[in-house]
Protein backbone atom coordinates (compact mmCIF):
# COMPACT_ATOMS: atom_id res chain seq x y z
CA UNK A 1 0.00 0.00 0.00
CA UNK A 2 1.46 3.59 -1.02
CA UNK A 3 -0.43 5.94 1.47
CA UNK A 4 -2.29 5.63 5.25
CA UNK A 5 -3.57 9.10 6.29
CA UNK A 6 -4.22 9.00 9.80
CA UNK A 7 -6.94 11.57 11.32
CA UNK A 8 -6.88 12.34 14.86
CA UNK A 9 -10.25 13.81 15.84
CA UNK A 10 -12.26 15.24 18.31
CA UNK A 11 -16.33 16.25 17.55
CA UNK A 12 -15.69 16.74 13.92
CA UNK A 13 -18.82 15.82 12.51
CA UNK A 14 -19.42 18.20 10.02
CA UNK A 15 -16.36 18.05 8.53
CA UNK A 16 -15.43 14.10 8.34
CA UNK A 17 -17.68 13.63 4.62
CA UNK A 18 -15.68 16.53 2.87
CA UNK A 19 -12.67 15.29 3.95
CA UNK A 20 -12.82 12.12 3.46
CA UNK A 21 -14.23 12.47 -0.16
CA UNK A 22 -11.66 14.89 -0.90
CA UNK A 23 -8.72 12.73 0.22
CA UNK A 24 -10.24 9.92 -2.31
CA UNK A 25 -10.26 12.20 -5.30
CA UNK A 26 -6.72 12.95 -4.67
CA UNK A 27 -5.68 9.27 -4.41
CA UNK A 28 -7.84 8.37 -7.44
CA UNK A 29 -6.44 11.29 -9.15
CA UNK A 30 -2.97 10.10 -8.75
CA UNK A 31 -3.29 6.59 -8.40
CA UNK A 32 -2.26 5.98 -5.25
CA UNK A 33 -3.18 2.89 -3.36
CA UNK A 34 -4.52 4.34 0.11
CA UNK A 35 -6.18 3.83 3.54
CA UNK A 36 -7.61 6.73 5.68
CA UNK A 37 -7.55 6.17 9.57
CA UNK A 38 -9.92 7.94 11.23
CA UNK A 39 -8.82 8.17 14.97
CA UNK A 40 -11.97 9.67 16.88
CA UNK A 41 -10.67 10.77 20.18
CA UNK A 42 -13.50 10.22 22.41
CA UNK A 43 -15.94 12.67 20.26
CA UNK A 44 -19.05 13.41 22.36
CA UNK A 45 -20.92 14.36 18.94
CA UNK A 46 -21.78 12.19 15.90
CA UNK A 47 -18.50 11.65 14.23
CA UNK A 48 -18.57 8.08 15.17
CA UNK A 49 -21.79 7.20 13.26
CA UNK A 50 -20.66 9.10 10.29
CA UNK A 51 -17.27 7.69 10.57
CA UNK A 52 -19.30 3.91 10.57
CA UNK A 53 -21.57 5.27 7.70
CA UNK A 54 -18.12 6.91 5.47
CA UNK A 55 -16.74 3.34 6.31
CA UNK A 56 -20.12 1.56 4.56
CA UNK A 57 -19.71 3.66 1.45
CA UNK A 58 -15.98 3.63 1.36
CA UNK A 59 -13.51 0.31 2.40
CA UNK A 60 -10.73 2.05 2.66
CA UNK A 61 -11.51 3.96 5.62
CA UNK A 62 -11.35 2.52 8.81
CA UNK A 63 -11.86 3.83 12.15
CA UNK A 64 -10.75 3.43 15.96
CA UNK A 65 -12.60 4.98 18.52
CA UNK A 66 -11.34 5.73 22.05
CA UNK A 67 -13.89 5.38 25.31
CA UNK A 68 -12.92 8.68 26.35
CA UNK A 69 -10.60 11.74 25.42
CA UNK A 70 -7.20 11.18 25.33
CA UNK A 71 -5.96 14.03 23.40
CA UNK A 72 -4.32 14.48 19.90
CA UNK A 73 -1.15 12.85 20.57
CA UNK A 74 -2.73 9.55 21.79
CA UNK A 75 -4.91 9.75 18.72
CA UNK A 76 -1.76 9.61 16.63
CA UNK A 77 -0.14 6.98 18.61
CA UNK A 78 -2.50 5.02 17.99
CA UNK A 79 -3.50 5.41 14.33
CA UNK A 80 0.78 5.21 13.57
CA UNK A 81 0.29 1.53 15.26
CA UNK A 82 -2.27 0.77 12.46
CA UNK A 83 -1.11 1.85 9.68
CA UNK A 84 0.14 -0.26 6.57
CA UNK A 85 1.36 2.25 3.92
CA UNK A 86 4.93 2.86 3.08
CA UNK A 87 4.43 6.54 3.59
CA UNK A 88 2.31 8.20 6.38
CA UNK A 89 0.50 11.44 6.13
CA UNK A 90 -1.18 13.20 9.14
CA UNK A 91 -3.74 15.84 8.78
CA UNK A 92 -6.19 17.65 11.12
CA UNK A 93 -9.67 16.87 10.71
CA UNK A 94 -11.11 20.09 10.21
CA UNK A 95 -10.39 21.14 6.85
CA UNK A 96 -7.34 23.26 7.72
CA UNK A 97 -5.65 21.36 5.74
CA UNK A 98 -5.44 20.33 2.32
CA UNK A 99 -5.15 16.77 0.53
CA UNK A 100 -3.95 18.35 -2.33
CA UNK A 101 -0.59 18.60 -0.46
CA UNK A 102 -0.30 14.55 -0.47
CA UNK A 103 1.43 14.22 -3.82
CA UNK A 104 4.19 16.28 -3.46
CA UNK A 105 4.68 14.72 0.57
CA UNK A 106 4.43 11.19 -1.11
CA UNK A 107 6.86 12.36 -3.42
CA UNK A 108 9.63 13.79 -1.69
CA UNK A 109 9.57 10.70 1.06
CA UNK A 110 9.68 8.31 -1.64
CA UNK A 111 11.78 10.15 -4.15
CA UNK A 112 13.69 12.33 -2.31
CA UNK A 113 14.91 11.00 0.57
CA UNK A 114 13.12 12.82 2.95
CA UNK A 115 12.13 10.82 6.39
CA UNK A 116 9.99 13.46 7.80
CA UNK A 117 8.17 16.26 5.64
CA UNK A 118 6.81 19.26 7.58
CA UNK A 119 4.13 20.92 6.57
CA UNK A 120 4.68 24.77 6.53
CA UNK A 121 1.27 26.88 7.08
CA UNK A 122 3.70 29.94 5.80
CA UNK A 123 0.02 31.95 4.86
CA UNK A 124 -2.10 31.18 8.03
CA UNK A 125 -5.64 32.10 8.32
CA UNK A 126 -6.02 31.84 12.30
CA UNK A 127 -5.91 34.93 14.92
CA UNK A 128 -3.05 36.79 16.06
CA UNK A 129 -3.38 35.30 19.31
CA UNK A 130 -2.11 32.26 18.00
CA UNK A 131 0.08 33.25 14.98
CA UNK A 132 2.59 35.41 17.41
CA UNK A 133 3.06 33.52 20.18
CA UNK A 134 3.76 30.45 17.73
CA UNK A 135 6.59 32.14 16.20
CA UNK A 136 8.16 32.89 19.47
CA UNK A 137 7.03 28.65 19.88
CA UNK A 138 8.76 27.77 16.68
CA UNK A 139 12.23 30.01 17.40
CA UNK A 140 12.65 28.49 20.40
CA UNK A 141 12.14 24.93 19.62
CA UNK A 142 14.35 25.45 16.20
CA UNK A 143 16.92 26.62 18.85
CA UNK A 144 16.58 23.75 21.60
CA UNK A 145 16.38 21.03 18.94
CA UNK A 146 18.71 22.24 16.25
CA UNK A 147 16.31 21.27 13.34
CA UNK A 148 16.50 25.05 12.25
CA UNK A 149 15.02 24.32 8.99
CA UNK A 150 11.67 24.23 10.14
CA UNK A 151 9.10 27.13 10.02
CA UNK A 152 6.03 25.21 11.75
CA UNK A 153 6.59 22.63 13.97
CA UNK A 154 3.35 22.11 15.06
CA UNK A 155 1.46 21.98 11.65
CA UNK A 156 -1.07 18.79 11.77
CA UNK A 157 -0.16 18.11 7.92
CA UNK A 158 3.03 16.26 7.77
CA UNK A 159 4.48 13.08 6.08
CA UNK A 160 6.57 10.24 7.39
CA UNK A 161 8.36 7.46 5.90
CA UNK A 162 6.71 4.43 7.26
CA UNK A 163 9.56 3.68 9.36
CA UNK A 164 9.41 7.10 11.31
CA UNK A 165 5.89 6.01 12.59
CA UNK A 166 6.67 2.69 13.86
CA UNK A 167 9.46 3.78 15.68
CA UNK A 168 8.56 6.92 17.32
CA UNK A 169 6.23 6.94 20.65
CA UNK A 170 3.80 9.93 20.68
CA UNK A 171 2.78 10.66 24.39
CA UNK A 172 0.97 13.65 26.36
CA UNK A 173 1.00 16.51 24.15
CA UNK A 174 4.25 15.56 22.42
CA UNK A 175 2.55 15.87 18.70
CA UNK A 176 3.68 19.19 18.36
CA UNK A 177 7.67 17.80 18.70
CA UNK A 178 7.04 14.95 16.40
CA UNK A 179 10.37 16.11 14.12
CA UNK A 180 12.02 16.72 17.21
CA UNK A 181 11.04 12.89 18.24
CA UNK A 182 12.43 11.54 15.08
CA UNK A 183 15.18 13.58 15.37
CA UNK A 184 16.41 12.01 18.63
CA UNK A 185 15.22 8.75 17.41
CA UNK A 186 18.25 9.05 14.23
CA UNK A 187 16.04 10.34 11.73
CA UNK A 188 18.11 13.06 9.77
CA UNK A 189 16.43 14.02 6.72
CA UNK A 190 13.72 16.05 7.77
CA UNK A 191 12.26 18.46 5.01
CA UNK A 192 9.87 21.34 5.00
CA UNK A 193 7.02 22.00 2.34
CA UNK A 194 5.07 25.41 2.36
CA UNK A 195 1.13 24.04 2.26
CA UNK A 196 -2.10 25.84 1.54
CA UNK A 197 -3.99 26.61 4.67
CA UNK A 198 -7.84 27.16 5.34
CA UNK A 199 -9.99 28.56 8.28
CA UNK A 200 -11.44 26.25 10.41
CA UNK A 201 -14.66 26.22 8.62
CA UNK A 202 -16.59 24.31 11.47
CA UNK A 203 -16.47 23.50 14.96
CA UNK A 204 -14.33 25.36 16.87
CA UNK A 205 -10.51 24.95 18.07
CA UNK A 206 -9.84 22.45 20.73
CA UNK A 207 -7.16 23.76 22.41
CA UNK A 208 -7.11 27.21 24.27
CA UNK A 209 -4.52 29.23 25.11
CA UNK A 210 -2.40 27.15 27.44
CA UNK A 211 -0.86 25.35 24.64
CA UNK A 212 1.68 27.57 25.41
CA UNK A 213 2.90 27.31 28.71
CA UNK A 214 2.49 23.25 28.15
CA UNK A 215 4.41 23.51 24.93
CA UNK A 216 6.83 24.77 26.46
CA UNK A 217 6.94 22.34 29.62
CA UNK A 218 6.98 19.85 27.09
CA UNK A 219 9.90 21.28 25.00
CA UNK A 220 11.97 20.80 28.10
CA UNK A 221 10.65 17.23 28.69
CA UNK A 222 11.70 16.37 25.84
CA UNK A 223 14.79 17.89 25.51
CA UNK A 224 15.99 16.09 28.44
CA UNK A 225 14.65 12.73 28.27
CA UNK A 226 16.36 12.94 24.77
CA UNK A 227 19.32 14.11 25.89
CA UNK A 228 19.86 12.44 29.86
CA UNK A 229 16.66 9.85 30.02
CA UNK A 230 19.22 6.95 29.58
CA UNK A 231 22.46 8.83 31.89
CA UNK A 232 20.34 11.08 34.38
CA UNK A 233 23.14 11.25 36.69
CA UNK A 234 25.31 13.11 34.34
CA UNK A 235 22.65 15.85 34.19
CA UNK A 236 22.31 16.18 38.06
CA UNK A 237 25.36 15.05 39.53
CA UNK A 238 27.91 17.41 37.94
CA UNK A 239 25.43 20.56 39.05
CA UNK A 240 24.77 19.14 42.86
CA UNK A 241 28.86 18.42 43.09
CA UNK A 242 29.71 22.07 41.75
CA UNK A 243 26.63 23.27 43.97
CA UNK A 244 28.17 21.26 47.72
CA UNK A 245 31.78 22.06 46.95
CA UNK A 246 30.49 25.53 46.79
CA UNK A 247 29.13 25.15 50.26
CA UNK A 248 32.02 23.20 51.64
CA UNK A 249 34.84 25.23 50.84
CA UNK A 250 32.77 28.61 52.40
CA UNK A 251 32.48 26.26 55.17
CA UNK A 252 36.20 25.70 55.85
CA UNK A 253 36.91 29.16 55.40
CA UNK A 254 34.09 30.06 58.00
CA UNK A 255 36.01 27.69 60.42
CA UNK A 256 39.35 28.74 59.73
CA UNK A 257 38.36 32.61 60.61
CA UNK A 258 36.67 31.27 63.54
CA UNK A 259 39.87 29.54 64.83
CA UNK A 260 41.96 32.63 63.72
CA UNK A 261 39.59 35.33 65.43
CA UNK A 262 39.70 32.76 68.64
CA UNK A 263 43.46 32.69 68.59
CA UNK A 264 43.90 36.22 67.97
CA UNK A 265 41.73 37.61 70.19
CA UNK A 266 39.98 39.42 68.20
CA UNK A 267 36.38 40.76 68.35
CA UNK A 268 34.32 37.90 68.38
CA UNK A 269 31.17 37.10 66.51
CA UNK A 270 28.64 34.11 66.06
CA UNK A 271 29.14 32.57 62.82
CA UNK A 272 25.45 32.76 62.20
CA UNK A 273 25.97 36.29 61.77
CA UNK A 274 27.68 35.92 58.93
CA UNK A 275 25.70 35.82 55.36
CA UNK A 276 28.58 33.72 54.16
CA UNK A 277 26.91 31.14 56.81
CA UNK A 278 23.77 31.09 55.14
CA UNK A 279 24.81 31.05 51.56
CA UNK A 280 27.28 27.48 52.45
CA UNK A 281 24.14 26.04 54.16
CA UNK A 282 21.96 26.55 51.27
CA UNK A 283 24.43 25.37 48.83
CA UNK A 284 25.19 22.33 50.25
CA UNK A 285 21.45 21.13 50.51
CA UNK A 286 20.92 21.63 47.07
CA UNK A 287 23.71 20.06 45.96
CA UNK A 288 22.88 17.38 48.13
CA UNK A 289 19.48 17.09 46.88
CA UNK A 290 20.70 17.35 43.06
CA UNK A 291 22.94 14.23 43.59
CA UNK A 292 20.30 11.88 45.62
CA UNK A 293 17.80 13.15 42.60
CA UNK A 294 20.15 11.95 39.83
CA UNK A 295 20.93 8.78 41.88
CA UNK A 296 17.64 7.84 42.22
CA UNK A 297 16.71 8.83 38.32
CA UNK A 298 19.43 6.55 37.76
CA UNK A 299 17.58 3.76 39.48
CA UNK A 300 14.75 4.46 37.88
CA UNK A 301 16.33 4.37 35.04
CA UNK A 302 17.50 1.08 35.17
CA UNK A 303 14.34 -0.61 36.04
CA UNK A 304 12.59 0.90 32.64
CA UNK A 305 11.91 -1.36 30.26
CA UNK A 306 13.28 1.34 27.77
CA UNK A 307 16.92 0.78 29.23
CA UNK A 308 17.83 -0.94 26.45
CA UNK A 309 15.49 0.03 23.58
CA UNK A 310 17.95 1.32 20.42
CA UNK A 311 16.29 1.52 17.22
CA UNK A 312 18.35 -0.86 14.88
CA UNK A 313 18.57 0.62 11.37
CA UNK A 314 19.03 -2.23 9.30
CA UNK A 315 21.19 -5.52 10.03
CA UNK A 316 22.89 -7.98 7.25
N1 LIG B 1 -7.94 16.76 18.28
C1 LIG B 1 -8.01 15.49 18.83
N2 LIG B 1 -8.08 15.37 20.19
C2 LIG B 1 -8.08 16.46 21.03
C3 LIG B 1 -7.99 17.74 20.44
C4 LIG B 1 -7.92 17.85 19.06
O1 LIG B 1 -8.00 14.50 18.12
O2 LIG B 1 -8.16 16.29 22.23
C5 LIG B 1 -7.88 16.90 16.81
C6 LIG B 1 -8.91 17.86 16.24
O3 LIG B 1 -10.16 17.23 16.06
C7 LIG B 1 -8.28 18.24 14.93
C8 LIG B 1 -6.79 18.26 15.29
O4 LIG B 1 -6.64 17.48 16.48
O5 LIG B 1 -8.48 17.27 13.95
C9 LIG B 1 -6.28 19.67 15.51
O6 LIG B 1 -7.09 20.34 16.44
P1 LIG B 1 -7.55 21.86 16.24
O7 LIG B 1 -7.95 22.10 14.82
O8 LIG B 1 -8.56 22.15 17.29
O9 LIG B 1 -6.21 22.63 16.57
P2 LIG B 1 -5.71 23.99 15.95
O10 LIG B 1 -5.93 23.94 14.46
O11 LIG B 1 -6.55 25.04 16.61
O12 LIG B 1 -4.26 24.05 16.32
MG1 LIG C 1 -7.38 23.34 13.30
Redesign the pocket.
Known amino acids: MDISVV??????EE?LPELTDWIRRVMLSNNFSYEIIL?????TDKSWKIIQDLKKSNEQISGIKFRR????S???NVGFAATQGDVVIT????L?DSPDEIPELYDRIMNKGADLVSGWKQKRY?PLT?TLPTKLFNSVTRSVSGIDNLHDF?C?LKAYRKDVVKSIEVYGEM?RYIPVIAKWAGFKNIQEQVVQHYP?KY?????GPG?FVKGFLDLMSIFFVGKFGKRPMHFFGPVGVVSFLIGFFITIYLICEKLMSIANGTVYRNVTDQPLFYLSLLAIMIGTQLFLTGFIAELLSRNSSERNKYHIESVI
Open positions: IPLYNESVDDGSNYGKAALMDADQDKNGHRGTTKFR
